[in-house]
Nanobody, 124 residues
């Protein structure tokens, strides 16, 4: 089992930046890829970004490409999502997820472990 706790959300203005963190605990000795997803009110949860176990491979949704950066510190069992040039449409609850594989994945169903989510609100 892997437990995930997100932090770093908040209320910002359009154009501002935020950095989300996701701390993992539990069976962190196993290799696992991580992902960030988000869910806006009335919408389905959607993929944002993913990173493989070593941090050498990353993928992004088109909507955040060039603005968001995912990274990880395996020594701290923590994954980050740096979000720059935030837009009102980025407003959502952001969830961290882990999968029992070293390789990236875009599908929600590929992730077995989820955090509780952190709210990001971007005002115009």
């Amino acid at each position: 089992q892997v437990q995930l706790v997100e932090s770093g959300g908040g209320l910002v203005q359009a154009g501002d930046s935020l950095r989300l963190s996701c701390a993992a605990s539990g069976r962190t000795s196993s290799a696992y890829a991580m992902g960030w997803f988000r869910q806006a009110p009335g919408k389905e949860r959607e993929f944002v970004s993913t990173i493989n176990w070593s941090g050498s491979s990353t993928l992004y949704a088109d909507s955040v490409k060039g603005r968001f950066t995912i990274s990880r510190d395996t020594t701290k069992n923590t994954v980050y999502l740096q979000m720059n040039s935030l837009k009102p449409e980025d407003t959502a609850v952001y969830y961290c997820a882990a999968r029992s594989s070293a390789f990236t994945a875009l599908n929600i169903n590929d992730y077995a472990y989820w955090g509780q989510g952190t709210q990001v609100t971007v005002s115009s």
